[in-house]
């Protein structure tokens, strides 16, 4: 074999089996991550704001734990992934909730200041 052809085909090999040692690694880390995905959203009110999608990422978090446990590392880590973005769009809901309804209550004690301000003035016409 030729060297311009071995440097090409070593590089290839190292890159298969790169990818095949990381689809055997277990994916502790990226369940970990969704784990703590999962409880950052519960802590910002998704169970109360944005139920179906804390539903959704708990059972998806379930089931790659379960994956992991039964040794089937791809589709732990893929579970995982999703748990984690389904929590994360959770979190936002509830995050966004919040923060629409504090600018209501702002708003709306806006519009009381108004009032009393209005009354005030006609009082001293």
């Known amino acids: 074999m030729s060297p311009r052809l071995?440097?090409?085909?070593?590089?290839?090999?190292?890159?298969?089996?790169?990818?095949?040692?990381?689809?055997?690694?277990?994916?502790?880390?990226?369940?970990?991550?969704?784990?703590?995905?999962?409880?950052n959203a519960a802590q910002a009110g998704a169970a109360e704001l944005a139920p179906a999608e804390l539903t959704s990422a708990r059972e998806k978090f379930a089931r790659a734990n379960q994956a992991l446990k039964e040794r089937d590392y791809k589709l732990a880590s893929e579970l995982a992934t999703q748990a984690q973005a389904e929590a994360k769009l959770a979190q936002s809901k509830a995050t966004s909730a919040k923060a629409t309804s504090a600018a209501d209550a702002v708003q709306e004690n806006v519009r009381v200041l108004r009032e009393e301000l209005d009354r005030a003035n006609s009082a001293n016409k």
């Open 6 to 39: 071995t440097l090409p085909a070593l590089f290839a090999s190292a890159l298969l089996l790169s990818a095949c040692a990381s689809q055997k690694a277990p994916a502790t880390a990226d369940v970990a991550v969704s784990q703590a995905a999962v409880e």
